[in-house]
């Protein structure tokens, strides 16, 4: 065969950023050592590093959440905040970027940390999210009061709930595995159908 060629100009180099603006449907917001990556073992088949001390996670880790008849979402376990993240203390720029990436939001609060009380605790991750987007304050669908099975008894959960009526409460012990059912049934409007394309096409699969 005949082969022809052409003498060119030299190709074009480009450096390009991409930015990506969905990471998950839901994104676990909440201080250092919250319990956020326990919930995300919990709840899916995704593996991020749980360790007593803070800022565990630095980047962000997603899991899936199967619900029957082939529904899903995405979960993201965000890192911690901590009070002027939205000044850009502790890397905030970078991790409340992250959760600008995630649809909707849970609050994560461990109710039996002495130093910030639940209720307070909300105070401060809701005033970072309003400071850095004020947008971000109303994706929140719901808290997670985890760490249940340090409390000596529910009127903790209940005052926050109490104080934050609009909002749904999952109560768990992540570490345990306790109640993690709520938090599924908390975050179940958001989920999606996720047909595999063999049963798409009509052909048989196995889930």
């Known amino acids: 065969a005949v082969v022809s060629t052409?003498?060119?100009g030299e190709g074009e180099v480009r450096d390009i950023y991409l930015e990506m603006k969905i990471i998950a449907d839901?994104?676990?917001?909440?201080?250092?050592n919250a319990g956020k990556s326990s919930i995300l073992n919990a709840i899916s088949y995704a593996r991020p590093k749980v360790a007593a001390y803070p800022f565990t996670t630095m980047?962000?880790?997603v899991g899936v959440?199967?619900?029957?008849?082939h529904y899903q979402l995405t979960m993201a376990d965000i890192p911690g905040l901590v009070e002027g993240s939205s000044l850009g203390r502790g890397l905030g720029h970078s991790f409340l970027k992250h959760i600008e990436r995630c649809q909707s939001l849970l609050y994560v609060v461990?109710?039996?940390c002495e130093d910030h009380p639940a209720i307070e605790?909300?105070?401060i991750l809701h005033k970072e999210l309003e400071a850095?987007?004020?947008?971000?304050?109303d994706r929140i669908v719901g808290i997670i009061a985890n760490k249940i099975d340090l409390l000596p008894g529910p009127e903790a959960v209940i005052d926050l709930a109490r104080a934050f009526p609009k909002l749904s409460i999952a109560p768990v012990s992540a570490m345990h595995s306790r109640n993690i059912s709520a938090v599924r049934t908390l975050v179940e409007p958001y989920k999606t159908l996720n047909v595999p394309d063999d049963a798409a096409s009509g052909n048989s699969f196995v889930s």
Do not use: C, E, K
């Not at 839901?26 to 250092?32: Q, S, Y």
């Open 59 to 61: 980047r962000p880790h």
């Open 6 to 8: 052409q003498s060119t």
């Open 65 to 69: 959440v199967h619900y029957p008849g």
């Open 26 to 32: 839901i994104g676990l917001v909440g201080l250092p």
């Open 132 to 137: 850095f987007n004020p947008d971000l304050v």
């Open 121 to 123: 605790t909300i105070s």
């Open 110 to 112: 461990d109710m039996a």
